[in-house]
Nanobody
Framework: QVQLVESGGGLVQAGGSLRLSCAASANTFSGYLMGWFRQAPGQEREFVAAISWNGANTDYTDSVKGRFTISRDNAKNTVYLQMNSLKPEDTAVYYC???????????????????WGQGTQVTVSS
C-alpha cells in the first residue's frame, strides 16, 4: 500500500504563487506516473498535470499551461506542483495520485491512477 501525503496548500492572493509537494511512502515511486488533480466546491474532480516516471514527459490541462509546472525528485519520493500567477478559479482541493504504470497516453484519466492522497486546500483570493 502506497501512502501519498500532500502539503503546501494555503491562502494566497491572486497573482501569487504556491508550491505543492506530495511525498510517497514507497520506494517504488520512481517507476510510476504521478499526477495532480483538483476539485472545486460543487464540481467534478479534474486533471491538472502529470509527469512520467523519469520526468521526460509532462502534461497539463489547458487552463494551467504556462502558469503551473510539475516536477519530481525520485531520490526523495516526491512530486511537486509549482503554481504561479494564481487565479481565484484555481481555488480547489488539490490531490496527488500515483499511476498504475510509468507513463500514460491519457494521463488525464483517473482510471489510470491507483493511489490517491487526502488532498490539500488551495484558496486564491481576488
Amino acid at each position: 500500500q502506497v501512502q501519498l501525503v500532500e502539503s503546501g496548500g494555503g491562502l494566497v492572493q491572486a497573482g501569487g504563487s504556491l508550491r505543492l509537494s506530495c511525498a510517497a511512502s514507497a520506494n517504488t515511486f520512481s517507476g510510476y506516473l504521478m499526477g495532480w488533480f483538483r476539485q472545486a466546491p460543487g464540481q467534478e474532480r479534474e486533471f491538472v498535470a502529470a509527469i512520467s516516471w523519469n520526468g521526460a514527459n509532462t502534461d497539463y490541462t489547458d487552463s494551467v499551461k504556462g502558469r503551473f509546472t510539475i516536477s519530481r525528485d525520485n531520490a526523495k519520493n516526491t512530486v511537486y506542483l509549482q503554481m504561479n500567477s494564481l487565479k481565484p478559479e484555481d481555488t480547489a482541493v488539490y490531490y496527488c495520485a500515483q499511476g498504475k504504470y510509468g507513463r500514460s497516453s491519457s494521463p488525464g484519466l483517473e482510471v489510470g491512477y491507483k493511489y490517491w492522497g487526502q488532498g490539500t486546500q488551495v484558496t486564491v483570493s481576488s
